[in-house]
């Protein structure tokens, strides 16, 4: 049975047999037993990582250390919450950071630890402990941004592609105004120009 560290749009973490394109994590979430317990996150700080770091192999669950989670690609990390790692993914990290500036219109980059804080107000709702979600119009969001459309969907050349942990679906309709996953820095982040990784099936939708 696969392990359950599986994340979706929404930000929960199932089982799935699903790997995806990236991995990250949230902290250690799991006992010796290999199982989550009920918290979701013991940090602000939540990444998005490469699946291979120079050849390294680690357990993804080391006992008392970290929960390796797994993304289908860059748009579904950012949809639950996470950013670019400042370690490995060292150019991407330092690219979402330009584009946040950019965004914000600050001075200088904002450091690691500044952006997290932000995300986790914008992510999480601090009473229910679920996804904290938003309003926008179809039209005005940026390519990347995912959408509750009876189901996580992806924005994408004006189009609305359907997610699921084997990728993405045929385009369907959309328009006006939309429910928005990715939390709004993100998406302001997106809009400056920052371009995230998409699993193959996107593409493949999208003439």
């Known amino acids: ?60 669950m080391p006992p008392g250390r970290w929960t390796a ?51 986790h107000a914008e992510r999480v709702d601090p009473r229910s402990r679920r996804q904290r979600t938003g309003r926008a119009l179809f039209a005005d969001l940026p390519d990347g941004a995912m959408i509750g459309l009876g189901g996580p969907a992806l924005k994408l050349g004006g189009l609305a592609l359907p997610w699921s942990f084997a990728g993405y679906g045929e385009p369907v309709a959309a328009g006006g105004e939309v429910e928005v996953l990715t939390p709004p820095s993100t998406v302001a982040v997106l809009a400056a120009g920052y371009r995230p990784v998409l699993h193959p099936t996107a593409l493949r939708r999208v003439p």
Not at 4 to 24: H, K, M, S, Y
Not at 37 to 49: A, D, E, P, T
Not at 51 to 58: H, K, S
């Open 69 to 119: 989670l797994f993304f289908l690609d860059e748009a579904t990390a950012f949809a639950a919450g996470h950013r670019p790692c400042a370690y490995c993914r060292r150019r991407d990290f330092l690219a979402y950071a330009e584009a946040w500036r950019c965004a914000y219109q600050l001075g200088e980059r904002p450091r690691a630890a500044e952006m997290d804080a932000r995300l």
């Open 1 to 60: 049975m696969p392990l359950q560290n599986r994340v979706d749009p929404t930000g929960d973490i199932v089982r799935d047999p699903g790997r995806g394109l990236f991995t990250g994590n949230r902290g250690c979430l799991h006992g010796a037993d290999r199982e989550l317990g009920g918290s979701r996150w013991r940090s602000k700080l939540w990444i998005c990582c490469v699946l291979d770091w120079r050849g390294r192999q680690r357990d993804v």
